[in-house]
């Protein structure tokens, strides 16, 4: 079984699009999270990322999340994307404000981490879609 399409023909910036992929795969699994980020036990074929990078890569480096829009086109490929992102950036960027900066640990532990976790799944699947 292969990879899911990511559409990334699609776009105008594919690896920027594989990167938004990656840190959503990170940000939608938590049992990652716990043993990566929290515990820092990665297995040994495992790539090695944190909330900090994640946040930074959806946010600042692709932007997806700061303004889901503009990337149309350029790293999201739907209206449908749009949405998710939104739908996320609402979630995250409200737990980022109201934690600030603070461990992952402290993330993880939070009663809003699921939403955070939920929506994060909800765009990677949107963005994994076959249309």
């Not at 699609?10 to 716990?34: C, G, H, K, M, T």
């Not at 036990?41 to 909330?51: G, H, L, S, T, Y």
């Not at 998710?84 to 409200?94: I, N, P, T, W």
């Not at 109201?98 to 993330?107: P, Q, R």
Request: charged fraction near 30%; proline fraction near 6%; avoid cysteine.
């Amino acid at each position: 079984m292969g990879q899911p399409h990511l559409m990334t023909n699609d776009v105008e910036f594919p690896d920027v699009r594989i990167n938004v992929v990656a840190a959503l795969e990170s940000l939608a699994d938590q049992n990652y999270q716990q043993r990566v980020w929290r515990d820092r036990m990665p297995r040994a074929d495992e790539k090695v990322d944190n909330f900090d990078l994640v946040v930074h890569v959806l946010f600042d480096d692709s932007r997806v999340l700061d303004d889901p829009e503009p990337p149309v086109g350029e790293v999201l490929a739907s209206a449908r994307e749009v949405r998710a992102a939104r739908e996320l950036a609402e979630v995250l960027g409200r737990l980022i404000d109201e934690l600030g900066d603070v461990g992952d640990e402290v993330y993880l532990a939070s009663p809003r981490w699921p939403a955070v976790v939920t929506a994060a799944r909800s765009m990677l699947e949107e963005m994994r879609a076959d249309r």
